[in-house]
């Protein structure tokens, strides 16, 4: 494959750089500079991705190699059921296992920030997430089938049953993990209620009502309390879905920026960032001037892009398939 995208680059160089000397009226060394920025965003653009692995926070123990050796596989199948997502026809089926990969994902993360609870998520990492990728392979193969037998509906509904209950596994697994800090909110919560008692208040629910009726608006009177959760709901909101590297955010920030600077009015940079037709628009109008003009801007902002933004407008992208 690497071979291929390879030959593939270095085809479009020297198309490009003849089709460049036709069309155009720069320099040799111009045309060929394009030429080869146009090969290295095709190169970019089709080069498969290096799977890498998240390090949690564990020592260097050979325990805390096999937490981060399952966590991996955790993720692995993760993102393989998300892929399959797009595979599977039937629409019901397919939001259900959406649902179930949004618990999915909370766990993972979950476990990032805990990664001691691994091992008590044993079952879910190697059975239920395991069994769930395997469900959606051979149900995504008898789907392609078109078979419409008694035999193949039966073993459909069947799998379909299956991964109906596997949710409430999921839900339950993520329950066993957070328990532990239930019991400390829980003992937490009772001393404070005593507290709050024995200093001759109730921590019942206050009845509002007497207060709307007098005709201050309890919302109005705390719009400036209720903005902090505006916001923090926005940014919960655009959590980013796909877990990332921050360094990979960066050095593709960068690789972008740079190719923008240089290469940006043969559109290099639109190419590297999965936005081919934008790439082929820069390229068509190349000669105008105008492309390397914006190209060189959007570099520019690229570089001093924050990271979490770039990863949400471009990144994402770039990660599909």
Known sequence: MFSFIMFLAVITTILAFIGFDMITHFSDIVNLIGAVALGVGVFLTFKPNKKKQISLDLDDSENSKLLQESYQKALEDYNYIKGSLKYIRDSEL??????????????????????????????????????????????????????????????????????????????????????????DMDAELKVMENTIKADGFDVKKQDRTQEIKSGVSYRRKNCMHDK??????????????????????????????????????????????????????????????????????????????DKDDFYRKFFDNMNRG
Not at 234 to 258: C, M, N, T, Y
Request: overall charge positive; aromatic content about 14%; proline content about 2%.
């Open 228 to 305: 902090p959760m505006q916001r923090m709901r926005w940014q919960l909101k655009h959590l980013p879905e796909k877990f990332f590297d921050s360094d990979e955010v960066l050095r593709k920030k960068l690789i972008a920026g740079g190719l923008g600077i240089l290469f940006g009015g043969f559109g290099a940079h639109k190419f590297y960032l999965g936005k081919t037709f934008m790439g082929i628009f820069y390229l068509l109008f190349s000669w105008t001037g105008i492309p390397f003009i914006a190209g060189f801007i959007e570099g520019i902002r690229y570089l001093f892009m």
């Open 94 to 183: 397919k939001m259900h296992v959406q649902d179930m990969q949004k618990v999915s994902l909370n766990i993972l993360q979950y476990l990032q920030k805990h990664p001691e609870k691994i091992t008590l998520a044993r079952r879910f990492i190697d059975y239920y997430q395991d069994t769930v990728a395997g469900l959606i392979e051979k149900y995504v193969e008898i789907e392609n089938t078109q078979l419409n037998t008694d035999s193949v509906n039966d073993i459909k509904e069947r799998t379909k049953n299956t991964l109906y209950g596997l949710s409430n596994a999921y839900t339950e697994q993520f329950e066993k993990l957070i328990n532990d800090q239930l019991l």
